[in-house]
């Protein structure tokens, strides 16, 4: 993008039209506001034009739609379309049936983005009588700019690492005041994010939403056993090539995404693996986890190599991360306890959400050519980005049903009385200030439990969350209590690092641990915080700072005068297959369609046993499938 000699103003930055579509806005430089659509939808992973999140951010600004000046796309939709030209003719003739499917889509829609976004612009009112300019940053310049330009550095290595966004797959820039050099690309069909994708689909997980479950279900595979190497060894030589520079060559004739609508040739997998694609929400057996931690431990090696490499090429001692990959907190972790940068931040919105926010951030510094003053810790503010709601709002959902209960507290009996039921296994949901931007929940709309609690986990995930019992959860621990805890480097606050448990909390596991079955190795204690200690002993830690979010950071220091021990389980407010909830309304009706024991809403206390009954049956569930 060349310097255009724009005006300061107002920047709109949108995603859409693929998955997880937002909205972001800048007011000379300043990240004001930005939330995804699924928030205000409740239609998980919405990708129409984000209508509902665009009206948030102009009102959290106090902006008139006149007012912005600028509007940032997220990608170059006209290349995407060379891409998928171009790959179907590499291919043919096959994958006839799906050219044949997409090409209609493609021509009436999403090769006309220009158009749907004018149409979905002036449904909001920004296109009326002032028409803002409208911009396409390329797609991972979008991601490179949403890790750079918000993280606490002058100078840093860019990593971004995604399905695909035009043509590259991965990208590494070098960052430098209000610059962004791209340095090196991966291009399509070779891609970490697709290829990780495909073991997704594999194991019986949605693509484009059940990556987060293949990671966490890599620990249940017995390190140990000889059949996790011979795992890795046939992907290796099979599926993909990994180079000393951490790019990948895949073996097209094994995947279908090229030519088809489907991730991989099911029959050719049967036959490297040994075992047919496993149906969703079947039973999980030790083959399924093996494998899951065999591509796991290949991602994880491919990250440590585009890391190492990017160090060499940029010689800069911090780094960034952005792109979909880049919330494989497991292989952050790894890479963070390498030492081959001193400091990492994570993009807490990473995937394509997060775009919008980068849009609009490469044309304030690039086109715009403003300059950059990094900010400390970093730029996000914590990532509370979006709505927050008022009194108004609470009596809202008192009123709109008759018999609903609640009790107003102080700041210091709010805390009191949450850490006590915390204490007591009651599971309380968390309602404060603004929505978090990007997938994690991180105190604003969360789930909190006690992690102390052996039967926790057991509880959230069928109770609460009607979720696979495996799955685990994250510690939300005071900031200066965190090397108590966990063996971390630096602060954790945007849950994008997993790291070891530290030792003074551990407890020995019995012979043959790593050998047991999924649901017995569930059982075994292995630390003094059993529900958020994953198998292999580690966390997907979170750090609450007391000047980022005072009202988390002073709920958890009350826990510890009842517990001991400064950390709570913080899990989304939401249930399966359902966003994370938005207004009271949506906390109200979560809270009463599961069996939580408290719902706090600011300064509101809600206990279950006051409510009246919730006129639902379990029908609701069918709305949301296993996502």
Request: glycine share 8%; aromatic share 10%; with cysteine.
């Amino acid at each position: 993008m060349e310097p255009s000699g724009l005006g300061q103003g107002a920047i709109l930055g949108i995603s859409a039209f693929y998955h997880d579509s937002a909205a972001a806005l800048l007011i000379n430089g300043h990240v004001v506001a930005a939330a995804q659509e699924e928030r205000f939808s409740r239609k998980k992973h919405d990708d129409r034009f984000p209508v509902n999140a665009v009206r948030y951010c102009l009102a959290e600004a106090g902006l008139e739609p006149k007012d912005i000046q600028v509007v940032a796309f997220y990608d170059k939709p006209i290349l995407k379309f060379e891409r998928l030209l171009e790959t179907y003719y590499a291919f043919a003739p096959d994958g006839i049936g799906s050219f044949l499917t997409a090409m209609p889509h493609w021509i009436g829609g999403k090769l006309s983005t220009r158009k749907l976004l004018r149409e979905g612009l002036k449904e909001v009112g920004v296109l009326g009588a002032e028409k803002p300019r409208m911009l396409f940053p390329e797609h991972h310049l979008s991601h490179a700019a949403s890790a750079f330009y918000p993280s606490p550095f002058e100078e840093a290595a860019i990593l971004t690492i995604d399905g695909v966004g035009e043509w590259s797959t991965l990208s590494i820039c070098k960052g430098k005041g209000r610059d962004i050099e791209v340095l090196k690309e991966l291009r399509f069909p070779h891609s970490v994010g697709l290829l990780y994708s495909a073991f997704t689909y594999f194991l019986g997980f949605r693509v484009n939403s059940g990556e987060y479950k293949l990671m966490g279900l890599a620990p249940y595979g017995d390190a140990a056993s000889p059949r996790v190497k011979d795992y890795e060894e046939r992907i290796r030589r099979d599926l993909v090539k990994v180079h000393a520079d951490g790019s990948i060559w895949m073996d097209q004739r094994h995947f279908h995404y090229a030519k088809g609508l489907r991730m991989v040739q099911d029959k050719d997998w049967e036959k490297i693996f040994g075992f047919p694609r496993r149906a969703g929400e079947s039973p999980l057996e030790q083959h399924h986890c093996d494998l899951a931690l065999a591509i796991q431990r290949v991602t994880e090696d491919i990250v440590l190599r585009l890391g190492r490499h990017a160090r060499e090429i940029t010689g800069c001692k911090n780094l960034c991360m952005a792109g979909g990959v880049a919330l494989n907190c497991v292989a952050n972790g790894e890479l963070e306890r390498s030492g081959v940068f001193d400091h990492i931040f994570v993009q807490p919105a990473s995937g394509d959400a997060g775009g919008a926010l980068g849009a609009a951030l490469a044309t304030w510094h690039i086109s715009m050519g403003k300059e950059r003053r990094p900010q400390m810790p970093d730029g996000m503010q914590g990532a509370y980005l979006g709505p927050s709601y008022g009194e108004e709002d609470v009596r809202r959902v008192c009123n709109g049903m008759a018999g609903v209960s609640h009790k107003a507290a102080s700041e210091e009996e709010l805390a009191d009385t949450v850490a006590k039921a915390l204490s007591q296994g009651q599971v309380v949901g968390w309602f404060q200030g603004r929505m978090e931007f990007g997938p994690r929940a991180l105190g604003g709309r969360s789930i909190l439990g006690d992690p102390g609690n052996r039967e926790m986990q057991l509880k959230l995930n069928q109770k609460i969350k009607f979720r696979e019992s495996f799955r685990p959860f994250a510690p939300a621990v005071t900031e200066e209590d965190m090397p108590n805890y966990f063996k971390a480097a630096a602060i954790s606050p945007y849950m994008l690092m997993v790291h070891p448990v530290a030792d003074a909390i551990r407890k020995p596991v019995p012979a043959g641990y790593d050998s047991m079955p999924v649901r017995e190795k569930l059982y075994v204690q292995r630390s003094t915080l059993p529900a958020i200690t994953h198998i292999d002993m580690s966390a997907r830690v979170q750090s609450v700072s007391k000047a980022t979010n005072p009202r988390f950071h002073r709920l958890i220091k009350a826990f510890e005068r009842y517990s001991g021990y400064p950390v709570v389980i913080n899990t989304s407010f939401n249930v399966r297959g359902e966003p994370i909830v938005c207004t009271p309304m949506d906390a109200y009706r979560c809270f009463m369609r599961t069996e939580m024991d408290m719902l706090v809403i600011g300064e509101h206390v809600f206990h279950r046993n006051e409510q009246p009954p919730w006129p639902e049956g379990r029908e609701w569930m069918l709305e949301h499938t296993l996502d």
